[in-house]
C-alpha cells in the first residue's frame, strides 16, 4: 500500500503542474518517461511555495511559508510526509542526493518574497538564484541520472536557462508584481517611468542568458534534450513577443503565447530533432 501513497502523491505533484502551468507541463510531457515524475515533483513543490507568497493575501502568509517549510525539512528527514506534495518532493529528493543547500536557497527568496519590494543588484542576482536557477539545478541532476561529472559541467548553462526563463516572467507579470504586490525586481528601474532604453537593457541581459543556456541545452543526455530544449522555443517565443510590445504596454496588459503557438513550436522543434538539428 505505501507503493499506492507514493503514486498518489507523485499524481498531485502532475496535476498540479497541469492545473498551473500547460508550457511547463506540455514540455515535461517530451521528456523521456523516466524523467517525467521527479520533474512534476519539483514543479508541484515549487509552485505550493510560490503560491504561498503571492496568492495567499487573507491569511498569514509569513506563518504558512514557515510551516511549509519546516514540513519540507522533516519530510526529507523522515522520507515520508502525509502532504503528497512534499511526500513527492522528498521522495525525489533523496532518490537522486539533491543537496538540500539548493532547497535553502529557494526557500530564502520565498521569504524576501513576503517582504522586499525592491533589489539592487546583488538582492536581484541572490533572488533569481534562489526562485530560478536552483530549480534549474535541481531538474538538472535528474537529467543527467546521478553523473556528477556532467552535472558539474552543465551547471552554469542551467543556471542561465533558469534565469533566463525568470527574467521572463519578471517582463511578463510586470502588471500584477508591480500594481498588485508592489514589487520591482529589476534593479535602478522605475516603472512609473518605464523608458525604451531600460527595457533594452533587460532584454540584453535576457539574450545573453538565452544564446549560454543553449550551449547546454545541445550537451544535455537525450533523454532530457527535447524536453528541454521545447521549453526553451516557449520561453524565447515569448520574449520576441515581449520585445515587439511596447515599454508602456508592459504595465498595462500580460504577454501570453497562444496554444496554436506552442503547438506549431513543438512541431518545429520535433522536425528539428527528427534531424537531430537544433537551431
Request: glycine share 2%.
Amino acid at each position: 500500500m505505501m507503493q499506492l501513497f507514493h503514486e498518489v502523491s507523485n499524481h498531485c505533484s502532475k496535476f498540479t503542474t497541469n492545473r498551473y502551468s500547460t508550457s511547463f507541463s506540455s514540455a515535461i510531457k517530451l521528456l523521456h518517461n523516466d524523467l517525467r515524475a521527479p520533474v512534476y515533483n519539483i514543479y508541484g513543490f515549487v509552485r505550493f511555495a510560490d503560491e504561498i507568497v503571492d496568492a495567499f493575501h487573507d491569511f498569514n502568509k509569513k506563518e504558512l511559508l514557515k510551516e511549509f517549510k519546516e514540513e519540507t525539512y522533516k519530510a526529507i528527514e523522515r522520507k515520508i510526509s502525509l502532504n503528497p506534495i512534499l511526500n513527492s518532493f522528498q521522495e525525489t529528493i533523496n532518490e537522486y542526493k539533491i543537496d538540500i543547500r539548493l532547497i535553502d536557497a529557494f526557500f530564502n527568496s520565498m521569504e524576501f518574497d513576503l517582504h522586499k519590494t525592491k533589489y539592487d543588484a546583488s538582492g536581484y542576482k541572490n533572488y533569481i538564484y534562489g526562485s530560478a536557477e536552483v530549480v534549474g539545478l535541481m531538474c538538472l541532476i535528474i537529467f543527467c541520472e546521478k553523473d556528477h561529472a556532467k552535472y558539474e559541467k552543465l551547471k552554469p548553462y542551467a543556471q542561465s536557462l533558469g534565469a533566463a526563463f525568470q527574467k521572463v516572467n519578471f517582463l511578463r507579470d510586470v502588471k500584477s508584481d508591480y500594481q498588485q504586490l508592489e514589487r520591482t525586481y529589476f534593479p535602478e528601474v522605475d516603472f512609473k517611468n518605464f523608458t525604451v532604453e531600460s527595457k533594452n537593457r533587460i532584454e540584453d541581459e535576457i539574450i545573453a542568458d538565452f544564446n549560454n543556456a543553449y550551449e547546454g541545452i545541445v550537451l544535455l543526455p537525450l533523454k532530457a534534450r527535447f524536453g528541454v530544449y521545447v521549453a526553451y522555443k516557449y520561453y524565447l517565443s515569448l520574449f520576441k513577443k515581449i520585445k515587439r510590445t511596447q515599454a508602456e504596454k508592459i504595465l498595462e496588459q500580460r504577454i501570453r503565447i497562444p496554444n496554436y503557438s506552442k503547438a506549431l513550436i513543438v512541431l518545429r522543434a520535433g522536425v528539428k530533432n527528427q534531424l537531430k538539428f537544433i537551431s
